[in-house]
């Protein structure tokens, strides 16, 4: 159930029920029972008794969201780890079929000076798509707890007025006051809260504007990532190809197959 529409079924037990009474001879509507309805009704069957029933069932679909963005993130968590994995061991073999093809103290020195800028690189790429990670779910969980608190304020404020606007029927009920007037000035109470709670549940920041900067964010950040290491990778391959070069005159290293882009 939306959270907007969590009021729409208060005013069906007594108010909309006495509404829909047929019309007396002198015009009226059956209000006249309203007042001994009003006192009749159950706890479950007051307003915000009913309520606390929709406060249920929101949170409900709360829970079925959190649990559903948990296993999103731990499955795409296990996928990157995976990935991560595979260049790992990708890596190592390019390592290996370096120090197989060039021999010699300094070759060997050239490519664990290769391994070294290598390894630093991916570290610094990994460190900064997991900042922009866990930023990106930082400010995700940020913006559904703001619209989570922001419509818990407004059902708090709704239950609140519920609360006040039956008294007062019940009050006026004891009072003797008419029973249609009584009714009415329920109904307009009611509504009232209604609009309240709706114009509150609208003001409320949706998740989706924020969303939206925060992709923004993560993708630049992604992206910084990205030529930063590619830069790193480029000088590491150069300076390893210079120094073999110097150590001897031997085929070119080929240091393009390395697959380190995770």
């Known amino acids: 159930m939306a959270a907007a529409g969590l009021a729409v079924g208060l005013l069906l037990p007594i108010v909309v029920g006495a509404a829909a009474r047929p019309a007396t001879k002198d015009g009226q509507t059956g209000g006249a029972n309203f007042c001994s309805v009003l006192s ?121 007025a519920l609360t006040a606007a039956e008294k007062k029927a019940t009050d006026a009920c004891a009072a003797g006051t008419d029973p249609a007037t009584v009714r009415q000035q329920l109904l307009a109470d009611v509504s009232a809260a209604r609009t309240q709670y709706r114009d509150a549940v609208q003001a409320a920041q949706k998740v989706g504007t924020s969303v939206q900067g925060l992709i923004d964010a993560r993708k630049a950040a992604m992206d910084k990532a990205k030529a930063d290491f590619q830069a790193a990778m480029d000088k590491a391959k150069a300076d390893l190809k210079a120094a073999l070069a110097a150590a001897q005159p031997a085929p070119s290293a080929n240091t393009n197959s390395a697959n380190v882009n995770q």
């Open 40 to 160: 009749a009704r159950t706890g479950t069957e007051r307003f915000v008794g009913r309520l606390g029933q929709m406060q249920d069932n929101l949170q409900a679909r709360r829970d079925q969201v959190a649990n559903r963005l948990q296993a999103v993130r731990g499955q795409r968590d296990s996928n990157l780890s995976t990935l991560r994995d595979q260049a790992d061991t990708k890596r190592s073999q390019v390592y290996a079929n370096l120090e197989q093809k060039f021999a010699g103290d300094a070759a060997k020195q050239a490519i664990l000076a290769f391994q070294q800028a290598v390894e630093a690189a991916v570290k610094v790429r990994r460190d900064a798509i997991n900042v922009a990670l866990d930023a990106f779910r930082k400010g995700l969980d940020d913006a559904l707890a703001a619209r989570r608190s922001a419509i818990d304020a407004a059902v708090t404020a709704l239950s609140n």
